[in-house]
């Protein structure tokens, strides 16, 4: 073996950066740095995930891309990864002062996917999404229960289904989660789809499909402790093929990208959820990865992939199905707990 892959992982205590990581330390043959803007993540002082890390501003901190410059500098590091949706749009946007390689979607592209309705609405030409209204005031939640029937499901336009999401069977309930949250004019409200909850998960380069995969989001870590069932952090996931989903993924991704005048570049990841028949409906799309781990369990190792392929070298992969239908990946909450003094707690890493 050659000397090592010299990778940077920005976010690493985040599920979607620390899978990537086990996935990378797995197939071997990377040396891997880690960054977190909190001196307590529990990444950070892992043996069993970074060779090396750093703590560093937020992303929202002008010192930001001088930081991780100055790190890629000191670590000689070959490529950038970014999962946190926090950092990718401070990336993208200064994506020609990055002094190494990446593989990332358009700049255009992460800021877009940042509006559920927006991407929806520009793909809704191409392939199936619910239906939906924005929830400006009490009478457009009577127009959705009118028009969808009930139960609609509520969530944020911007932010996080564990935050904002909710099923509501009737208006008053509807009125009270809203305004509770405080959404009203944010809040999106739409037809309910009570089937199977999938991901398509796929990898491009400059517009070519390597490689994608599709999970079902079978259960979630307290899921009862969330008034939608819903939290973010899957307990059970199943692998599957499923050629429609396929056909919707690949079709939402790139008619966004068509609209937005860019090429698919990097990972990303489309939801779809059933409806009664079982036909998939697009309800987001992402700019990042998530949960890679599972897919690496089935055959389909997409962060070493990923890199690989950022890196210029050649690959054999399949654009669809490439990894086994089929698998139950049961998941942990992912780090081991870790045991630090005090008096070795990483201190803010800063540039001279």
């Known amino acids: 073996m050659g000397q090592p892959r010299r990778i940077l992982v920005t976010s690493i205590n985040l599920p979607t950066s620390f899978q990537m990581v086990k996935a990378l330390r797995d197939v071997g043959g990377y040396y891997i740095v ?5 001196p307590v993540a529990a990444a950070l002082y ?8 750093y703590v560093i501003p ?9 930081v991780i410059n100055e790190i890629i500098r000191k670590e000689a590091l070959d490529l950038l990864i970014v999962t946190q949706e926090q950092e990718l749009p401070v990336i993208t946007k200064n994506i020609d002062s990055i002094n190494t390689t990446t593989l990332l979607p358009d700049h255009k592209l992460v800021t877009t ?14 392939v199936c999404v619910p239906r939906t209204l924005v929830a400006n005031n009490p009478e457009d939640i009577q127009k959705a229960f009118q028009s969808f029937g009930a139960p609609i499901w509520i969530r944020g336009d911007k932010a996080q289904a564990r935050d904002t999401a909710f099923k509501a069977n009737d208006p008053d309930q509807a009125k009270l989660w809203i305004t509770l949250k405080n959404g009203w004019g944010d809040y999106l409200l739409s037809e309910y789809l009570p089937g199977k ?18 999970y079902e989001r079978v259960g979630y870590f307290l899921a009862g402790a969330s008034p939608s069932g819903v939290t973010g952090i899957c307990s059970e ?9 396929n056909a919707a993924g ?6 966004l990208c068509h609209h937005l005048s860019v090429v698919p570049n990097g990972i990303l990841a489309v939801d779809l959820k059933d409806d009664e028949h079982g036909m998939p409906y697009v309800t987001e799309i992402n700019a990042r ?16 992939i990923f890199c690989r392929v950022a890196l210029g070298e050649s690959v054999v992969c399949q654009p669809f199905n490439c990894c086994r239908p089929g698998v139950y990946y049961l998941c942990s909450l992912g780090i081991e707990a870790v045991e630090v003094e005090s008096t070795s707690l990483k201190s803010l890493f800063t540039v001279y």
């Open 113 to 126: 996917v940042k509006s559920k309705r927006k991407s929806l609405e520009l793909v809704s030409d191409s």
């Open 58 to 66: 937020p992303a929202s901190d002008e010192r930001y891309i001088e």
């Open 250 to 255: 690949k079709t939402a991704v790139e008619t």
């Open 197 to 214: 909850n999938f991901c398509w998960v796929c990898l491009y380069k400059q517009g070519a499909l390597v490689g994608s995969g599709i």
């Open 289 to 304: 990865p998530t949960n890679t781990y599972v897919f690496s369990k089935a055959g389909f190792n997409i962060a070493d």
């Open 46 to 53: 892992s043996e069993n995930l970074a060779h090396a890390t």
């Open 34 to 38: 880690g960054t977190d803007c909190s």
């Open 237 to 245: 996931i199943l692998t599957w093929h499923r050629d429609d989903i």
